[in-house]
Every structure is written in C-alpha cells, then in structure tokens.
C-alpha cells in the first residue's frame, strides 16, 4: 500500500494482510486499531502504529478517521523495532507525517528530507503501547470478536451474562469463577466513547488497588474538567494528546463560550506551551507578534508618543495578541476534532468525595436530566465564580487579596484597533484601546469604584478617550456593552484538596494591566496535566502532590509584577488617587522603561 491519506467512516475493517516493507498507521483525527497474531494495538491521535515487513495485520478505524499510512522502505526498516507497536507522537513527528502523507507530497517544497526526520523522531520514542493481548481460549476470543464488532457497546459483566459464546450455549458469567483469584477485564478507553475488543484473565493484584490514585478504575474518566474557558480547554487537549480519558463540562452553550469576549494577549511562555503541546494551530492565524514587526505596544503620556525601552534578550518579542474568543474556539475545534468529550449546557454542577479516590461530579444536562460522572481526579477551572473552590473547606482555603483602590471603565465596541493595542497614561487617568478581533475592540477608562455604568454615556466615553489619548480617536462606533471593573489581585491558597485541582481564575484573579490572565492559566494547565500524565504512566503522585506548590511558585512573582506595573501606570497619570508625591515616583519608575525623549532640535540660525 503506498502513503497516503483519506477519511475512513466509523467502523471501516481492512482484512488481515501483509506488506513487503514496513508501515506507519496514524489517525490524525479519530481512533485506529492494528490486530496481529500478537495482539491488538490501539492509536488515538497521539499515537501511530508501526508493523515491520511481513506481519500479517488489519485494521479497524473508530469515529471518522482521517487516516495516514506512510510506506517505510525496507533499508530502513531496520533501524526501528521489529515487531509490531505504537509509538507517542510529538509535534515535530506528527507534521513530518502529515506532510509526507500529504496530497502529491513528492511535489511539496522539502517534502523528501521528511522521512529522515520521521525514522529519527521513531528512534528516539519509547514504545508506549495500549497493548490488548489476543486471548487464546476460544470463549474469550468470541467474546473479544463481538466486542470489536461494536466497541461503542457499554457492556458490564452483568451484561456480558446474556451472551452465550462459543455456540455451547456457556454463558460467561457461568464460566468466570472457574478461575479463583483472577478477574477477566473488559478495558474501555475513554477515548474510544466505548468498550474496547479486549478481554482477558489477570491476576486480582493488591498491590495495583493499594496505589493512592487508580489509574484504570473502570470510572467514566480519568479527570473530569469543570469550566471551559483556556484553562479547561488547554487541559483538555494536553490529556488528550497524551491518551488521558477526560471530560469538559461547561455551563453556558458553544456559541456564548465562543464568542465571550476576555483578555487579548499571550507572553512567550503560554505560546511556547501551546507550542511544546501541539497546539500551535490555536493562535495561527489571529496572531500579531510584540517582536520585530511590532516597537512594542505604543504609549501616550500626556498625549505624547513614547517609547518602551527594547531589551535584546526579552522574551516578549515572542508573545501575540490572541484574543480569548479566537483561543477558545480554536482549543474547541482541535479538542472535538480530536475526539474529546465535551458537554456544553452542564449546569447545577456539584463534586462530591472529593477527599475520597472516588470522587464524583453530578450535573444537570441541557436535557433536564441529572448526570453522574465518576472519575480519578477533578479539575476545577470554572473561574472566579465557579463552583469548583467552594468544595474545599473554608478553613482549609485562604484568601490573600489586594484591591488598588480604583476600577476600570470597561467598553466593548465595534471598531477596530489600530495599532492593536494603545495605552495612555494622562492627568485624567489612565486609558487603553484593545484588539479583540479584525472589528471589535475594548476601551479602558481608569474611574473611581464608585462610578457606574449609568454616568458613562457613549458620547461622554468618546470624548474622554480623546481627552486621555491628546486627540480625536478614528474611527468612532457602536459601543455593546460597559462594565465597571475593580482593578484588584487575588490568591487562594491552596490549589488542590484531595482529588480536587484549582487552575486558572477559579484559582487566582491578576490585575488586568499585566495582561497575564490567559498566560497563567495555560501555566496551571501544563502543570496539572504533566502531573496526571506522570501519575497514570509511572503511577507516582509526586506531582500531583505539590501541584499547588508549584503553581503559586509561579503564581506569586507574576502577581508581584503586576502589582509595580498597575500602580506605576496608573500612579504615574491622575493624582487624585495617592497623591502627588506617589505620582512623581511612579513616573520615575515609568521613565526608566521607557527609551529618553529625543533632544529638540536646535532651532534654525542657532
């Protein structure tokens, strides 16, 4: 069969057959199984499968599947296993794969320096098989067949007790006790929607149910993620990627969460995250690059354009404004596409045990009906009013907070920005206008916190823009909503409680001015699911353990950062607040990031 790719429907079987030279199998989207005499190996999207030369093997693709198949030439063969397996597929080894799987790849520019870089990648991956040995004895082999027919079937061993195997009329729970102190397992990887074809007979282990947190329970995932904003989705996808069974719940519809309109930039460590993950579809395409295309976000002192002092060895030139509505739907449509669950209407959410291993989260569907979902380990990243934290004790939970003493002034508008991001600082106050999108922005008006909503009409927000900015902002338009918005930093501490993780907003508020929001929750997401991950493979908690150790060790000095530059911003305009001695510091401070004012020229004659 030479490489290639096509979408295979649900259920399509590829008869056992061999090849005269070795094959890679990969579902970039959907689910595939490679069954040999050896057994069946399972291939999530984070998963290809490799059968060297002379294997006779077939293939069943779960869920629509977008199958590759590269064709791997004998004389290369050999540098890789030789016997059948499944290999983790990272960034770099899955776009080698889509390229050379490609439509017409030998036309496509470096498309043939792809299969080195594929045969390296291999040799440097550890097999990491979902291994589902092929049983010998015929009743299971019948049974294995009938599962492999429908892996969608939710079967428990009650229910298997209906099936008579073998055609000798033995039903299978007549037969499980003739073994005594074995259990025959029937696996159901989540990612599968279903039970998977494999059963078999294995010794009832002690020490495997004495581990502090079971990884294969037969529970209906192993991490249930409670709110889908950035911080839920991110974690969702970084599991998925990783084979990790999990569930997004999230109260409002697909089109409220996609379209809610928050924050706006990344710094380089939350691209970088998306990046190591594979995601870096997520900010494609809604990206504008704070580095050499960009001095830096522009800023107006008393109506005069500044400069922000460049630092060669900064980070920042890697950080894009992304607005959140355009991150959100992108996790949403990699996350789906990749076969994650994901429930929409999920409200009158509850955790229950929580300091138990069995936890449970209870929710009521968009049906009206309650659903229970049991799981390892709970993520809660429904934000700041969420659910999640109120499920750990009020005297185990502490509340570190600081309030600046005055609010934003927060107006959605239809106009673009241009340039995308424009602050001011000015006698009246501090002001900024923010790309959210080729035709929206946001407008920020510093206001005392005992303004409202009421005192600011559209005219008055125009005008007092122009006022902050020195002149008249182009172009003017429709304002959708105003919201006023203490300006404060708040910590809980600490992140987890049992079987329960905090990330993102639920775990921790930053002054908008850091523009650190969206970037702190990708941070939490990687730690979270770097330590499942750890935990499920090498069945060590460790991680999971100092989870929220380690996210407040990070947590904290961004909260330090952005308390100096909230206040120098804001202490540097309108001295109505701290106070003239305050305001003449704050400008110093200010100064120093800023390149000097260019010398005035000397006039003519002179």
Same mark, same amino acid.
């Given at each position: 069969?030479? +490489? ?44 290809? *499968? ?75 991956? @550890? ?15 019948? %049974? ?44 159901? @990887? ?166 138990? %291993? ?14 229970? %979902? ?44 241009? @340039? ?53 902002? *182009? ?5 959708? +909503? ?10 809980? +501490? ?55 150790? *380690? ?11 952005? %308390? ?43």
């Amino acid at each position: 069969m030479p +490489s290639g790719a096509g979408w295979l429907p649900h259920g399509y079987h590829l008869d056992p057959h061999t090849h005269d030279q070795g094959q890679l199998v990969y579902a970039a989207a959907g689910t595939l199984a490679t069954t040999t005499e050896r057994g069946t190996w399972v291939a999530p999207a984070n998963r290809v *499968t490799w059968t060297p030369p002379g294997f006779a093997h077939s293939h069943r693709f779960y869920g629509r599947t977008d199958a590759r198949v590269l064709t791997i030439p004998v004389d290369l063969c050999g540098e890789l296993v030789d016997h059948p397996c499944v290999f983790a597929v990272g960034p770099l080894l899955r776009e080698a794969v889509l390229v050379l799987t490609g439509e017409r790849p030998e036309v496509r520019p470096g498309a043939h320096r792809r299969l080195p870089v594929v045969i390296d990648e291999l040799c440097d991956t @550890p097999e990491q098989s979902l291994h589902l040995p092929e049983s010998s004895d015929d009743r299971l082999r019948t %049974v294995t067949d009938l599962l492999h027919a429908d892996p969608a079937r939710s079967a428990t061993l009650g229910g298997l007790a209906g099936w008579r195997v073998c055609g000798i009329g033995c039903p299978f729970t007549g037969w499980v006790p003739r073994w005594p102190g074995f259990t025959v397992v029937v696996s159901t @990887p989540h990612h599968l929607g279903g039970t998977v074809a494999h059963a078999q007979a294995r010794p009832n282990s002690p020490s495997a149910r004495s581990s502090k947190h079971m990884t294969q329970t037969g529970k209906n995932a192993t991490v249930v993620i409670v709110g889908g904003g950035v911080a839920g989705l991110a974690l969702g996808n970084f599991l998925l990627r990783k084979g990790i069974s999990c569930i997004v719940l999230e109260k409002h519809s697909r089109d409220y969460v996609e379209q809610r309109q928050r924050a706006g930039a990344l710094d380089a460590g939350g691209v970088r995250r998306l990046h190591e993950w594979g995601l870096a579809e997520a900010v494609e395409g809604s990206r504008h690059s704070h580095g050499d295309s960009h001095p830096g976000v522009p800023l107006l002192i008393e109506g005069e354009m500044r400069r922000w002092r460049r630092d060669d060895d900064s980070e920042d030139a890697d950080g894009v404004f992304c607005p959140q509505q355009i991150l959100v739907q992108n996790l949403i449509k990699v996350f789906l596409r990749d076969g994650g669950d994901l429930r929409f209407g999920a409200e009158e959410v509850s955790l229950h045990d929580i300091d138990t %291993v069995n936890p449970l989260v209870r929710y009521r569907d968009a049906a009206g009906s309650t659903k229970s %979902v049991s799981c390892d380990f709970v993520a809660g990243s429904d934000g700041f009013r969420g659910v999640s934290r109120t499920a750990i004790p009020d005297d185990l939970l502490s509340c570190s907070t600081h309030e600046f003493g005055y609010a934003w002034l927060t107006v959605m508008t239809e106009v673009p920005a241009n @340039p995308l991001a424009l602050l001011a600082v000015h006698s009246r106050g501090f002001a900024a206008q923010i790309t959210r999108g080729p035709s929206a922005s946001r407008l920020y008006l510093q206001c005392p916190l005992t303004d409202t909503i009421e005192q600011w009409l559209d005219d008055r927000i125009w005008n007092e823009l122009d006022a902050r900015f020195g002149e008249p902002v *182009t172009p003017k338009g429709p304002i959708t +909503s105003k919201q006023v918005v203490p300006l404060r930093g708040v910590v809980f +501490s600490p992140m987890s409680y049992g079987a329960l993780y905090l990330l993102g907003d639920a775990a921790h508020l930053i002054s908008p001015m850091s523009a650190q929001g969206m970037s702190l929750a990708l941070h939490d997401a990687d730690v979270l699911a770097r330590a499942v991950i750890h935990q499920v493979e090498n069945h060590d908690s460790s991680l999971l353990d100092s989870h929220s150790d *380690t996210c407040l060790d990070h947590t904290w000095p961004q909260q330090a950062s952005a %308390v100096w530059m909230t206040e120098v911003m804001h202490d540097s305009g309108d001295s109505s607040y701290e106070g003239e001695f305050r305001k003449q510091i704050a400008r110093k401070n200010l100064e120093n990031l800023l390149e000097p004012e260019p010398e005035p020229e000397p006039e003519p004659g002179r």
